[in-house]
C-alpha cells in the first residue's frame, strides 16, 4: 500500500503540474473567472481519474506524456460538475473539500462561468494537443470517448437522474444506472483513453472498461459507507447526511454489512479484470483495494 | 434583399434538419434535461452563425455537407450561452424570443444541465464527424477555432466583462472589446470555420475574419439602436430595457444618428472585405446590409 500511495504521488506531480500550466490567463480584465477556474482545480481532490489515464497508458505500453493532456481534460471535466453540483440550484453546497464551495468565493454568476469555462477548457486543450500531434486518429477516439461520457448520455445524464430521485425511494437497479452515469461514465472514459492512447488492442480495452466499472461502483458504495461510518474530519464534512436527506444509498437498501461485501467483491473482480494484462497491473491491483479500505 | 432571404431559409431548413437530428434521446429517464435541450434548440432565433459557416464553405469552394456538422455546433453553443445567460444569478429574464425561457419552463436545475448538456454535445458532434471522416486535419482546426472562441478567451470572458460593467461607466473601448469577444468570437468562428473546412488559403481567411469583425460589432450597435427604436412586437421583448438599466450603448456613447452611420459604415466595410470573392459573394454582401437595416 506504501508502494501505491508513494506512485499516486508522482503521478499526482506530474498531473498536477501540466493541469495548472493550462489554465488561462486573463487577457482582457476576465480574471476572476480565470481565479475561480484556478480556485477549484487547485482545491485537491484524490485526482484519480487521470491517474488512471496514465497508468492504464503506461501498462498499454503507451507514452505517457501523450496522455497527459487527456489526463488533464477529464479532470477539468469533474471539477467543472463539481462547481456547477454545488450552486444554490442544484444540490446548494457551501463547501467542498473543507474550503467554501466556488459561488461562495467568487458568487454565483462567476462560479456558473468558471464551469462553463473548465468545460470548454477540457476540449480546447485536447483539440489543440491533437492538432500539434500526430497520432492524429488515437487522440480524437480518446476526445470523443470522454466527450460521449460527459454528456447527456453519461455524466449530466447520471445528475439529471439523481435530482430526479431526490424525493422518491430509489431502487438498487436504479441506484446503479445513477451511478454508473453520474461517476462512472468518467472513470471508465479514464481508464479507456489511457489504453487509446496507447493504440491497446479490444481485449486490454474491455479489460479496463471492466475494472473501470467495478471500480466505479465500489468506489461510490464506500462513499455511501463512509457517510455513515467516517470520520468527519477525514473525510473534510460531516457524516450522516444521505440519512438526514433520507437519500436512498447502497447502505439504506442492503445494510452496512452487504453494503461492505459487496463493494469488497466488487474490487476482487476490477483485480480480476486486469489478468489480462499480467504481472505489471499491480498497482491497479492496489489501487482497486485501496479505494474500498479508503477513510475519505 | 428577397434573394437573400430565400437563401437564409433555404439555409435554415438545412441547418435545422440536422441541428435536430443530433439532439440525444432519454436512453436511461433523463428525459427532462433532452426535452429542455430541445426546447431552447428548436426556439427559433436568427441561425445566423450555422449560415455564415455554410456560406462561407460555399463561397470557398467547399462541400457544405461537410461543414454542416461545425454549422451545428456553434450553433448549440450558442444556445447552450443564452439558457446559461437567462438563468436568475446572470440576466435573469424570464422570457426568450416570446417563449419562457428554459429555467422558467424547466426549472433552474435542468436549464442549468441542458446549457451544459448542449455545450458537451457541440464538441461530442464534432468529435464523432471527426471520427468518420477523411479530412481529419480540416476538421479538428474547425473544432479547435470554435473550442477558442467560446472559452474564456472568446465568449465566456466577454460574459465576464459584461457581468464587471454592470454598474459601472463603459468607454467605448471597453464597450467594443466585450463585444468582440461576447457575440464577436462566435461569429468569427463561424466565418473562418466555414472557410477551413473548404480548405481555403491564408487571403480568404483574413477577408473572412475581417467580414465577421465588420458585422459583429455591427450588429451589436443595431441591437443597441433597436432597443431604442424596435418595435416591441417585432423584436419579442419590450423596448428601452438598457436606458432603464442605465447600460452603457452604442447608443448612448455616440446618440442614435453616430451609432446608425457608425453601424453602416461597417456594414459597407464588411462587404469590401468580400472583394476577394469576386462576385459570388452577393449574399454575404446583402447579409451584411440586411443586418443593419434589420427591425428584429
Avoid: W
Avoid at 480584465?29 to 482545480?41: E, F, K, P, T
Avoid at 481519474?49 to 496514465?54: A, E, K, S, T
Avoid at 442544484?90 to 462553463?116: Q, T, V
Avoid at 460531516?238 to 452496512?256: A, C, F, M, R, W
Amino acid at each position: 500500500m506504501a508502494d501505491v500511495r508513494e506512485k499516486m504521488q508522482e503521478y499526482i506531480k506530474i498531473v498536477e503540474e501540466k493541469l495548472f500550466s493550462y489554465l488561462p490567463k486573463a487577457e482582457n480584465g476576465q480574471d476572476i473567472v480565470c481565479d475561480a477556474m484556478r480556485y477549484s482545480i487547485t482545491n485537491g481532490g484524490k485526482r484519480i481519474r487521470p491517474v488512471l489515464v496514465l497508468e492504464f497508458c503506461r501498462l498499454c505500453g503507451g507514452n505517457i506524456e501523450k496522455a497527459l493532456p487527456f489526463a488533464c481534460a477529464v479532470e477539468m471535466i469533474h471539477t467543472y460538475s463539481l462547481i456547477h453540483d454545488d450552486l444554490p440550484c442544484m444540490d446548494d453546497d457551501d463547501m467542498r473539500r473543507g474550503k467554501p464551495s466556488c459561488h461562495i468565493k467568487f458568487g454565483e454568476e462567476y462560479a456558473l462561468l468558471a464551469g462553463d469555462g473548465l468545460l470548454n477548457l477540457a476540449f480546447e486543450t485536447m483539440l489543440k494537443e491533437t492538432l500539434n500531434s500526430d497520432d492524429t486518429k488515437s487522440f480524437i477516439k480518446a476526445a470523443y470517448t470522454l466527450a460521449r461520457s460527459s454528456g447527456v448520455q453519461g455524466m449530466i445524464g447520471g445528475q439529471v437522474i439523481d435530482l430526479l430521485s431526490e424525493n422518491s425511494k430509489n431502487s438498487l437497479e436504479r441506484l446503479k444506472v445513477m451511478d454508473k452515469l453520474k461517476t462512472g461514465a468518467l472513470i471508465e472514459a479514464s481508464c479507456l483513453m489511457g489504453c487509446i492512447i496507447a493504440n491497446a488492442d479490444e481485449e486490454k480495452l474491455n479489460a479496463a472498461l471492466k475494472y473501470a466499472e467495478n471500480i466505479g461502483l465500489a468506489f461510490q458504495i464506500v462513499d455511501d459507507i463512509l457517510d455513515v461510518i467516517g470520520e468527519p474530519e477525514e473525510l473534510g464534512k460531516p457524516i450522516g447526511s444521505d440519512e438526514e436527506n433520507e437519500k436512498t444509498t447502497y447502505v439504506s437498501i442492503l445494510g452496512l454489512d452487504e453494503a461492505k461485501n459487496y463493494a469488497e467483491k466488487l474490487s476482487e473482480d476490477a483485480v480480476s479484470a486486469l489478468t489480462v494484462f499480467g504481472d505489471d497491473a499491480e498497482f491497479l491491483s492496489e489501487l482497486a483495494r485501496l479505494l474500498c479500505v479508503r477513510k475519505k
